[in-house]
């Protein structure tokens, strides 16, 4: 028998009698029995001696010792929990035992090796069963990871001045890396701050913890001069009644203009307006 099976023992009559007869079994692992034919198991292995005395009713007795020999389990492992790339084949190894059957799974190339092929989809939990020479058995289990390809997000294109600082961002995967790497203050993150002398097409290549996938995104970022803008004259004396023209110097990016206070000007929103004193 194997360990932890449950073993039937029989109390037999050789000359039977007239009189009622007591039962009292004792087992190795301190447990007792009243009745004739008692269960019992055994949690350790070894050879083991159970001992029954049979009592009449006028008190004779008869006393028999049996020994009996309690296999181990076989120490099966299934190996240790891993983690694959989806798309990847992994071999599962189970050890202990003489012979093996896992449970059916459409993923496992073979239920009644001790090696097997699994090409899992998802996370999966693999049973096996081994058994030993003497026909006890154990069972153990491994998980198999699988790692799913990720949705790389980048925002989208974007403007600012020369001189100015923006943050880049990307998201969904666990590794970034930017190029070019010059006006980054970290070009390994998912948000680094960008700092360009001139337009810049960015482009983030990135990756799972496992270097399973890759996925890689663009964002232009646009970067415009700062406009120049100067009134010629830094004092313009007007006799009362009469009109000048305020003279400036634009650059030629500029394309809106906006003077305030607008009163006694002919325009308020053009390069030079006329100014009329008043």
Not at 6 to 17: C, H
Not at 194 to 212: E, F, I, N
Request: aromatic residues 8%.
């Amino acid at each position: 028998v194997c360990v932890n099976d449950s073993i039937s023992f029989e109390g037999i009559v050789v000359q039977p009698d007239s009189s009622a007869l007591t039962w009292s079994w004792s087992f190795p692992n301190g447990k007792n029995s009243a009745v004739q034919n008692p269960s019992e198991s055994f949690s350790s292995d070894g050879n083991f001696l159970v001992t029954l005395v049979a009592t009449n009713s006028s008190g004779c007795k008869d006393t028999v010792t049996s020994g009996i020999l309690v296999h181990p389990l076989p120490n099966v492992n299934a190996g240790t929990d891993t983690m694959i790339c989806r798309g990847n084949t992994y071999i599962l190894q189970s050890t202990g035992a003489t012979s093996y059957e896992w449970k059916y799974d459409a993923t496992i190339n073979c239920t009644t090796c001790s090696s097997a092929v699994v090409n899992p989809v998802f996370n999966t939990v693999y049973h096996v069963t081994g058994t030993s020479q003497i026909g006890c058995k154990a069972a153990d289990s491994v998980k198999i990871n699988v790692l799913q390809p990720f949705t790389l997000d980048v925002t989208a294109d974007d403007t600012l001045c020369a001189g100015n600082s923006l943050q880049l961002k990307a998201n969904g995967a666990a590794r970034y890396n930017w190029y070019p790497s010059a006006g980054l203050n970290n070009s390994s993150v998912s948000n680094p701050v960008a700092t360009p002398g001139a337009t810049t097409t960015y482009m983030v290549v990135a990756s799972d913890h496992y270097s399973c996938f890759k996925d890689t995104g663009f964002l232009k970022l646009s970067v415009f001069t700062v406009p120049q803008f100067n009134i010629v004259e830094n004092t313009i004396t007007v006799p009362a009644g009469t009109t000048t023209k305020i003279n400036t110097a634009s650059s030629p990016d500029i394309t809106k203009w906006k003077w305030t206070p607008a009163k006694d000007l002919s325009c308020a929103d053009c390069p030079e307006p006329m100014l009329t004193a008043t």
